[in-house]
């Protein structure tokens, strides 16, 4: 396969048509990958443009945040989508949980955002994002957008006391329910370095963590995010700002 094909298909959808009805630039639609983001990592380097989305019913090494294992079976949504050149590395992931909330809304799931990168449903983890950057030199050549959202079943027991599929809230979702209003909102994602006000705003009304205490990396009350994506928390010793790292709740 080419770099400048679209190809495969879902629930008997040619994935061309779904790519126009969805303005992305290219669609790769697999039935399996070791992950989304190696795929799309092989796309650009090989000059895929921006705006190019790689899709897959399974993954066999799908990857989370330190390198942890993403379960990925037959029934999530697992894609990949290129942003070129795609700097905005210390906001992207806040942008794109803003981006899947919004698409989940609209389907009647108010999901929060846990920062930095966890999208959550009545306490329980129903997807992540993942961006990897490419970097050369000082500067970002593209960034690779990763998502993963459990929509139907596929749960070990062991995730299920922390995780949750979509369809345990909405029966009737379907993935291609969730790309359709997904996908448009990353085609129209800003690359802005930082968050708008309007986006604090919106990541305001979503906010998991606000409120709560924290005892790792730092001891202290989470009062919220700034505009370069720092989380904030109340210390004894004054305000910290977070760029990274798990954090763990009381
Ligand atoms: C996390 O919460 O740790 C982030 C999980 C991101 C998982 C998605 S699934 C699609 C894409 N491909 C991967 O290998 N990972 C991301």
Redesign the pocket.
Known sequence: MGVGGVTGSVDGTPAAILAARWGVAELHWRESVS????LLDELARRGAPDGTLVIADR?T??????G?A?H?PAG?V???YLARPGGATGVMALRVGLAVADALGSIGAQVSLKWP??IMLYDK?L????CEASWRGQSVEWMAI???LNVRGGLSEDLASRAMALAESLPDASRLAVLDQLVPRLVALSHAESLSAQELTAFRTRDWLTGRRITEPCVGEVIGIDSDGALLVRAATGTTRLVGGTIVTD
């Open positions: 992950s989304t983001l190696d993954q090494r799908g990857r989370g945040r330190h942890r993403w990925s999530g697992w894609l990949g990168n966890d983890k997807g992540g994002v993942l990763g998502i993963g």
